[in-house]
Nanobody, 124 residues
Framework: QVQLVESGGGLAQTGGSLRLSCAASGRIFSTYAMGWFRQAPGKEREFVAA????????YNADSVKGRFTISRDNAKVTVYLQMNSLEPEDTAVYYC?????????????????WGQGTQVTVSS
């Protein structure tokens, strides 16, 4: 069993930055691929970014390319989402997810474990 706990959400202004953290515990973390998803009010949850177990490969959704960066620190058993140039459209609950294989995925149902989410609100 894997437990994921997100932190770092909050209120930011347009053009500002936030860094989300996802601390993992309970299983061997270094072999799992990780992802970030988000869900805005009234919308379905959507893919944001993912990385391989080594962190050497990453993939971002088009809506956040050039602004968000996913990274991981296996020694700290933590994955991060650095969010720059925030826009009001980025307002959502952000979820960290893990899957029991090393390869990335943009598909929500292919992830096995989820955190409880952290709220990000961007004011205009």
């Amino acid at each position: 069993q894997v437990q994921l706990v997100e932190s770092g959400g909050g209120l930011a202004q347009t053009g500002g930055s936030l860094r989300l953290s996802c601390a993992a515990s309970g299983r061997i973390f270094s072999t799992y691929a990780m992802g970030w998803f988000r869900q805005a009010p009234g919308k379905e949850r959507e893919f944001v970014a993912a990385c391989t177990w080594s962190g050497g490969s990453t993939y971002n959704a088009d809506s956040v390319k050039g602004r968000f960066t996913i990274s991981r620190d296996n020694a700290k058993v933590t994955v991060y989402l650095q969010m720059n140039s925030l826009e009001p459209e980025d307002t959502a609950v952000y979820y960290c997810a893990a899957r029991r294989v090393a390869s990335m995925s943009t598909v929500e149902k292919e992830y096995d474990y989820w955190g409880q989410g952290t709220q990000v609100t961007v004011s205009s």
